[in-house]
């Protein structure tokens, strides 16, 4: 097998034959020189990439989404961008899934019309769930109001009349960001219906959406017999920052499902309260392992900075009060 001897005696070229040729081995530091490509290694690769065999496309794809995750300064959207038509339909999910991080608002029409004619499923469903983003910028005014009603819109008939159930429920969880009226009904209905899948999906729209309407339905949710439920109803919880929910959070730092425990210790870092510091720095102190310890201290970490920006807040607020009495 061909080996790299190390990225700095390794040329661009070098690295795009490596590509070529399935016997090459390629290394996360060779990833790296992927990352950010502009220029001419920009137009190199994009001549090199379509040639790349099926199987290492897939691969590298599947390493830059993780290495982006691990590392937010390295970005492969260049990669992304250039499999959204590929052929291959894993392809093209990786790519949907892997430029989630850039916001690219160019991409908005071609991934609302993936969304609508991608004939894989799971395409359709990464899509959905992707374009949730838009509607968050939208709501900031980071986008233009056009873009936004596009992608509300087109997430809407998807909603009501796609054929897949996983693209529709994508579709209701992306429109949970949206302030339309519509999306109050589709939540609804996909709560009553009994069904375990819709139910996730309505208690993840609800926290998305920051409307106190579905406090009490998170609530009654936090005591289902289903992880998968009492899991994003946690979520929800710290989402909309139930205060009235922490008492039961603190009590789900014990359940069974890890997952469950570790969603329960970061909603309780946005809610915050009396002796929720102290009980985040006991289960830190107690952490499991290297994984666990760094998100419970991501937690109280979190839960910190939001009383920083609470008593900010106050002393601003005292300080105007004081001025005005001046």
């Known amino acids: ?31 790296f020189r992927l990352s950010d490509l502009e220029g001419e290694d920009k137009h190199k690769f994009e001549k090199c990439w379509p040639l790349v065999p099926l199987a290492r496309r897939l691969a590298l794809l599947e390493e830059m989404e993780r290495l982006a995750e691990d ?12 499999s959204l038509t590929d052929t291959d339909p894993q392809i093209r999910f990786f790519a949907v899934r892997g430029l989630l991080p850039y916001d690219p608002v160019d991409l908005l029409k071609q991934l609302t019309r993936m969304l609508r004619e991608d004939p894989d499923e799971n395409v359709r469903a990464v899509c959905a769930a992707n374009l949730g983003r838009f509607i968050y910028l939208g709501e900031l005014d980071e986008i233009s109001a056009e873009n936004k009603e596009h992608t509300v819109d087109c997430l ?24 339309n009226s519509e999306i109050h009904s589709l939540i609804k209905e996909a709560y009553q219906s ?15 959406s920051y409307d106190a309407r579905w406090i009490p339905s998170v609530i009654t949710m936090l005591d289902h017999q289903m992880p998968a439920v009492r899991f994003e109803a946690t979520r929800a919880a710290g989402e909309l920052e139930i205060k009235d929910a922490a008492e039961r959070l603190t009590e789900l730092l014990e359940d069974t499902n890890y997952d469950i425990r570790m969603a329960s210790a970061w909603s309780l870092s946005k809610i915050g309260g009396e002796g929720i510091k102290e009980t985040l720095e006991e289960l830190l102190n107690h952490a499991a392992d290297d994984a666990e310890s760094d998100f419970l201290q991501e937690a109280l970490d979190n839960l910190l900075f939001n009383e920083d920006m609470e008593l900010f807040d106050l002393m601003e607020f005292s300080g105007e009060e004081m001025y005005s009495d001046e």
């Open 1 to 31: 097998m061909n080996q790299f001897t190390s990225p700095a005696e390794t040329s661009f070229s070098e690295i795009l034959n490596a590509l070529l040729d399935p016997d090459a081995e390629i290394t996360q530091q060779h990833l």
């Open 71 to 82: 590392n937010h300064l390295l970005s492969y959207e260049i990669p992304c961008r250039l």
């Open 156 to 179: 809407l008939n998807t909603a009501r009349n796609e054929a897949s159930e996983q693209v529709r429920q994508r579709a209701l969880e992306s429109l949970g960001f949206t302030s």
């Open 194 to 208: 009994g069904q375990a899948d819709w139910l996730t999906s309505a208690l993840f729209a609800m926290g998305r």
